[in-house]
């Protein structure tokens, strides 16, 4: 059975840095688009970062561009977000979610694709 394992969200200052980690389990994550997304109360989802496991570039909204870092650690079947300078908001729940399709990270932003999503892990940023 396949289980994404979100950790790391928490309160922190607007301003701050904080890293998520994903540990995925039932499942190697080889030539795998791996994303995080997020979601505001009263907003839709929203696509992060992606990144396909077996190579290639990061892809980030623009948004977090030059604040947020994905990377993955293949060894232990961990996907990270580093976040920094993070912006005041409601508590967002970032989640990370997989599929085990290389052509997909052409297409990452678009949620519904995905074949596996963790259970989140929330991140309030007060003002």
């Known amino acids: 059975q396949v289980q994404l394992v979100e950790s790391g969200g928490g309160s922190v200052q607007a301003g701050g840095s904080l890293r998520l980690s994903c540990s995925v389990s039932?499942?190697?994550?080889?030539?795998?688009?791996m994303a995080w997304f997020r979601q505001v109360p009263g907003k839709e989802r929203e696509g992060v970062a992606a990144?396909?496991?077996?190579?290639?570039?990061?892809y980030y909204a623009d948004s977090v561009k030059g604040r947020f870092t994905i990377s993955q650690d293949n060894a232990k079947n961990t996907l990270y977000l580093q976040m920094n300078s993070l912006k005041p908001e409601k508590p967002a729940m970032y989640s990370c979610?997989?599929?085990?399709?290389?052509?997909?990270?052409?297409?990452?932003?678009?949620?519904?694709?995905?074949?596996?999503w963790g259970q989140g892990t929330q991140v309030p940023v007060p003002s």
């Open positions: 039932g499942y190697t994550f080889i030539s795998t688009c």
């Open positions: 990144i396909y496991t077996s190579g290639g570039r990061p």
């Open positions: 979610t997989a599929r085990p399709d290389k052509f997909y990270i052409t297409t990452w932003r678009d949620g519904s694709g995905y074949n596996y």
